[in-house]
Structures are given as C-alpha cells and as structure tokens.
C-alpha cells in the first residue's frame, strides 16, 4: 500500500465503469480540492480533458509513481454540490452506467468543455423614456426591431429573455442595436429574495380541485406522493398553480417536468400570467449560453420556477420546495439511447432524498403509477369533470369497411368536418405518421423502395420530393419508375402531408395547417402555428402525437382519429397502454370550450375489445383489466426487468455475444432471474446493424441489481463483447 497522501478520485466522460486517480497540481492549494470540482487533466493520448472531483482521498492502489498530476483546477467552488452529487452517483449505480457518463450528462454542454461558471445574467429589459416618445412605425429599425419594440410596448412591464427566446429567434443582435439607439435599457437584477407578485386569478375551483390543493398544500413540508389524476380538460394546471404560488411565496423553488419542448412557450405564459417571478428553462432547444444561464439561475436560487423537459431532472436547486410531473405516463420521459434514465422515477427519487412532496400528473396514468395507488404508496387525487362549462366529448366508432372514401378519410367523416367548419368551428384530425406516403411499390414485379441500412420502407416526403428513412434519417430523390421492371411506381399509405394535399382539394377555401416534426423544425414556428390556432385562423389541424400532449384548443368541436388501428397487433406488452393513452389524450383536445366535442375513430377493427372498453367503461376500467393481465403473466408492475442490447454488422457476432452473456448469467444466478433471448428488436436491423437482446427478469428488484453488477464485470471481459455494440437498459420502456 503506497504512503498517504491526497489523492484525487476523478470521474471522466468515457465509457469506462470506473473512477481516475490523479494526484493535484503542484502549485494546487488543497483547500480548493472538493468533490464536486471541475478540474483540467491528462487522460489517454489526450493532454487535457474535463473531469470532476468525486472523492478526496489518502490512499490509493496504484503505484505514486504512475499516477498522473492534475493541470489545474477549473472551478473556486464545487459545480455540484455534494447532495446533488450523491444523487447522480446513486443513478449511476441504479443503471449501471459509467460513472462519468451520467456526471457530465447533467451538466450545461459548456461546463462539460470546461468553461467558466460565470456568466452574464443578459436578464430583464425595458423600453426607455426615449422611445416611449416615438410613434414606432416612424423609427428607422429593421422588421424584427420593431416587431420587438411592439412586443415590449404590449407587455406594459419588463420582459425577461425567457419571453424573448420564445418569440424571436436570433434576437440578441437585434436587443444590442435597440440598446445602441437608446430605445431599450436593461433592468437591474432584482435579489433572490425579493417579493414575488402574485396575480390572482377569479376562477372558480370546483370541490375535486380545492380538495387536491388542500391535500397537497398541508404536506408541503415533508415528501409524499400524489397521482394527480384528472380527466383532459379537468383543471390539473389550475391545482399545479395553487400550489405553485404556496411554494414560492414560502422562498422555495418548484422544478416542474413536461413532455414536450412544443408545449413550453404555452406553459411559459401561463406562469408570467400568474407569476412575477424569474423562470428557468431546460431543453434541448435552447442555446448553450442560455442553458448555462439558466441552470445557474436555478443553481443560486435566483429562478422559483424551472421548467424543462426530460433533462432538467438533473438541474440542481438551491432550496427546492416541489417537484411536478406533467403527463407523467408519457414515453418521452425515458431516455432510449446511451444514459438509458427515466426521468419521471429519476424525479419521484429525488423528491424523497430531498424530503419534497411531487405530483405526477395525468389524465391517463401509467400501470406503474396505477399499481402504486393500490399499494399505498402514491395518494390518489380524482378529477372526474372537465372544469367550467365543457362536458366530455361524445365518441362514435366509424367501421369503414367498404366504406366510400376520399383517401383516408370517409365520406362520413368529410361530411362531418364540412359541417364544423361552416359552423366556424376548428377540427382536428390525427395520424401519428408524418410524411406523404410509407411505401413506393411496384405493382407488376413487387419491387419496394426500402433504406438498405434498415430494411425497412422508405417514407416519401413530397414537400421535398425525397424518400427519407425515418429510423437512420438516410433519404435519396424519389424515382418514378421501378429500378427492376421499368413500370410506374406506386405510392401507398397515408401521412399527415397526403392528408392535408386531400384536405385541401375537398374544402379549397378552408385555412389547414399541419402539426408535425417536418413543421415544427424551426426556432418559433409552433408558438407561431398555436397563436394562429388560438386567434381563430386556422379551420383544420392535422398532426402527429406533438398534438396529443397538453394542449388547449377551446374552438375544436371535432377530433378525429384516422387511423385508430395502428399499435392494436404489436408484439411490445406495452403496446396496448400506449394505444389507449394516446387514444384518450388525442380525444381530450375536443370539446373545451363552451361547444359540446364530437370524437370520430375510423377503425378497419370495430369490435375490438380495446375501443369499447375505453369509449364505455372509460381508462379507469381498461387500466384495471390490464393490470389483471399482467398479473397472470407477472410482467411490470408485477416484475423488473432488464434488457441486454446488442448491435453488430453481423447478426451471428450479436446472437454469439448475447448467447454467452445468458450463459455466464445462469452460471451464479441459481434459477433465480429469467432469462429470455436472444431475441431480435422490433425494428430488427437500423443503420445497417442488427439488433438482438436478452431480457432479464426477476420478482425481486434486489436481486436482478445484486446479480446485475457481478454480470456486468464478466461481460466486459470477454473478448467477443469487443466485436458488437451492447447497452443494459434498466426499466425499459420500449422493445423496438
């Protein structure tokens, strides 16, 4: 054992499941050296990389003399502190995943390059005295400066960049020019303790709404859990709220997860609205400056409320007071690559390490979240009515079988819609497929356009005129004829593009838009497509599941679902929750306003049990008799598993690779885990690899990990796990 002496535990960005000992700098003042630190050091062949103190030692096993010295240290106090350090490295080792991986993961890109902490708050501004002189059509600005002076000059009071960023994309160009000029002027940061302004709202809470906030508000002070679960259209926001302004007005902060970047600005305005307090963003959307900012705000306190997607579960809080989960079943919340973490049980962890009450809210909630209301462990909070004046949808379940139709849609459906919207009311129509066409065929030889990568079917984008891979995103110009025989080619299938082209020719003087990933790209554009739909210009919304979360279109009196068959035959045992879920959130968005709402489901499918338990007995019911389901064949919530993910450009590499994996676990597991496979993915081959995994099973959470760890060192021992890609996902969500 070598001498004591200060040692550094330093965790590294790399796929290595392990720590790096180094020893401090020369000239290092060791009052600096505290977990939690950035420091800069050798790693490999690479002379300097970013790592983080984990742990200050007086020993360690290697030789002094191999150990390399630090460069220097980046940070004069911890990046995180040591709580929220102790968290990460429980999530590391509940997924077993490099340790360094999850580190740097939750942190700002920028800090992960090594920059410096600091950073300007760009924060709140005003238009000036000066400029409140002018007639602004009368000043020589470009479009975008005085779109933004308007912007100011309708608010009536400071605007924060979080407004701004949501608005204007590429802004701050156009902020220093209007500052230049004199016609705007930054405002001073207010202290973290100022005293927040809370606009009251006169909205009349009906009794399941006060007794949410009345059972929530008395636990405030200590960790519980409540299943939020209210019909769409209840009123969740509206309690999230109630309880929101107790928190921040106690000096706490309040981080609260969504689903979707597409529904942050929404939320953004709602909580302006009501609160005059700093909001911090976390998303992928943002620029990595702002991030930084942000989760430096949330950091020092200065931000109450923190609003992100999957992600901001990792940003740290200086005195967090609540945590809220909204749409809390939804499947964007578990990470399906690299870091394989759920978000939403990262989040209920953390609350109960922190001593914090959350609230998983939703109007169809998960199995899990379901299985622990009946084991006690979440209290349940029912909102069964749509608050105010709006009254459940009414659902007609349309067999098109033999049916006329305009492509996808049936003559009774285009006869419903033309009435809606001569009535000038909005319909929705939904098709969780985006693209023109999923198949190019030939109808004489067979021959059908499909990604080489994949083997899957092209999908035809006619917006540009390009057959594009949705699982490896390859894409070639469309061809007319068939490479093989030289016929014309035909296009099969229905997107939301081909939806709209029919659309358009059935209702030419109709304003349609369409909701989806191809869309929506753009910085802006859907908050620019939601203020269109909100004002009342839009008669027709086409769209993708980005419409199903959340939103709130009180003028849409139709919903119809075009193609409600799909996931009725999926092989995943999880297909039918996600089918229902979907079902009932796309159902939600019709009839909120003071216009009772029509549901239209065109089914190929008409008897299926699913459809009818849903529109009869409601998701209540079709919860519980799937949980009877997967009691009998003791799948989640009922058992944990765990899925050994493998890839290689040779399937026989992944089968060898996955083969003796089972084998080796068998070996010390004495027949107490199950273990199923090789068997191939759901999408068997993507980006030119093939996929196989093995699923693991066991009643006992314990011991799948106890067995897990021990697994883990042999598998990458061995030398065939050298030939293909492989992953443990922990808990997952998805088979595909």
């Known amino acids: 054992m070598a001498r004591k002496r200060c040692i550094l535990r330093v965790a590294i960005a790399t796929p290595l499941r392990r720590l790096f000992d180094y020893l401090p700098a020369t000239d290092t003042v060791n009052e600096k050296l505290h977990p939690g630190t950035r420091v800069s050091v050798p790693f490999g062949k690479r002379k300097e990389v970013t790592g983080l103190i984990i742990e200050v030692a007086d020993n360690t096993e290697y030789p002094l003399n191999k150990l390399k010295r630090i460069h220097c240290v980046i940070d004069n106090q911890p990046v995180i502190g040591n709580k929220h350090l102790q968290f990460l490295l429980w999530s590391s080792r509940y997924y077993h995943h490099p340790v360094g991986e999850v580190i740097f993961n939750a942190l700002p890109s920028l800090l992960r390059k090594g920059k410096s902490l600091s950073y300007s708050h760009n924060g709140t501004w005003l238009l000036s005295d000066k400029a409140l002189q002018f007639d602004f059509d009368s000043l020589k600005v470009s479009d975008k400066q005085l779109e933004i002076l308007k912007y100011f000059k309708a608010q009536d009071t400071p605007v924060a960049e979080t407004d701004l960023s949501c608005h204007f994309s590429r802004y701050k160009t156009s902020l220093a020019v209007l500052e230049k000029q004199g016609l705007i002027k930054k405002v001073k940061n207010q202290s973290h303790d ?16 006060q007794h949410a906030i ?10 519980s859990i409540y299943l939020l679960d209210g019909v769409t259209g209840s009123g969740k926001t509206e309690v999230y709220m109630a309880i929101i302004e107790k928190v921040i007005q106690s000096g706490k902060q309040c981080l609260i997860l969504l689903p979707e970047i597409g529904l942050t600005p929404q939320l953004i ?36 409320l923190i609003l992100g997607t999957r992600s901001a579960v990792w940003t740290p809080l200086l005195n967090p007071g609540l945590y809220i989960i909204d749409e809390e079943h939804d499947l964007s919340y578990k990470q399906q690559d690299s870091f394989r973490y759920s978000a939403r049980d990262m989040l209920l962890v953390r609350a109960q390490r922190d001593k914090v009450p959350v609230i998983l809210g939703s109007a169809t909630p998960s199995l899990e979240s379901i299985y622990n209301v009946k084991k006690n462990k979440y209290e349940h909070l029912v909102l069964s009515s749509r608050a105010g004046k709006s009254i459940p949808p009414e659902f007609r379940l349309l067999d098109i079988r033999g049916k006329k139709m305009h492509g996808p849609l049936s003559q009774v459906l285009v006869d419903e819609i033309e009435q809606h919207i ?34 899957l079917p092209y999908t035809y984008h006619k ?34 593009e081909r939806i709209e082209e029919q659309l358009e020719k059935l209702y030419p003087t109709a304003k349609i838009v369409r909701i989806d990933r191809d ?3 753009k910085k802006g554009s859907m908050s620019n497509i939601l203020e269109k739909i909100h004002s009342g210009d839009i008669d027709i919304l ?37 089918l229902a879920q979907l079902f009932i959130q796309v159902s939600g968005r019709t009839g909120r306003g003071e216009n009772p709402g029509q549901v239209i489901v065109q089914t190929y499918n008409s008897d299926h049990p699913l459809f009818h338990q849903l529109i009869n007995k409601g998701y209540s019911y079709f919860s519980d008799s799937l949980l009877n389901e997967r009691k009998q064949a003791s799948l989640p919530p009922f058992s944990y598993i765990a899925f050994l993910r493998a890839e290689a450009h040779n399937d026989n590499d992944v089968k060898h690779f996955l083969s003796h994996a089972a084998i080796e676990l068998k070996n010390f597991t004495n027949d107490t885990l199950h273990i199923f496979g090789p068997i191939p993915a759901l999408i068997e081959k993507r980006i030119g690899r093939f996929r196989f995994q093995l699923i693991i099973q066991s009643t006992s959470r314990n011991k799948l990990h106890q067995y897990l760890d021990e697994w883990l060192l042999k598998l990458e021992q061995m030398r065939m796990s050298k030939k293909v890609r492989w992953s443990l996902d922990i808990d997952p969500q998805d088979m595909s």
């Open 194 to 209: 100022q005293h927040i302004q809370i606009n009251k709202c006169n909205l009349n809470l009906n009794k399941q709404q």
């Open 214 to 223: 009345k059972n929530i508000s008395a636990s405030l002070d200590k960790h």
């Open 269 to 304: 305005q709602r909580f302006k609205d009501r609160f005059n307090t700093e909001i911090a963003l976390q998303h992928s959307g943002l620029a990595d400056t702002e991030r930084l900012r942000y989760w430096q705000s949330a950091k020092t306190g200065a931000a109450k």
């Open 422 to 455: 001569d009535a000038n009311r909005q319909v929705l129509l939904f098709l969780n497929r985006r693209g023109y066409a999923n198949h190019l065929f030939c109808h004489q030889c067979g021959w059908k356009a499909e990604c080489p990568r994949c083997e």
């Open 463 to 496: 917006s540009k005129n390009r057959l594009i891979c949705h699982h490896c995103e390859s894409n070639k110009i469309k061809m007319d004829n068939c490479p093989e025989c030289n016929e014309a080619l035909l296009l099969l299938g229905h997107g939301t």
């Open 519 to 521: 869309t929506t790209r």
């Open 542 to 578: 086409i769209g993708t599941q980005m419409l199903a979360k959340g939103h709130h279109f009180p003028n849409v009196t139709l919903t119809a679902i075009v193609d409600a068959d799909r996931g009725l035959f999926s092989t995943d045992f999880r297909a039918s929750e996600r």
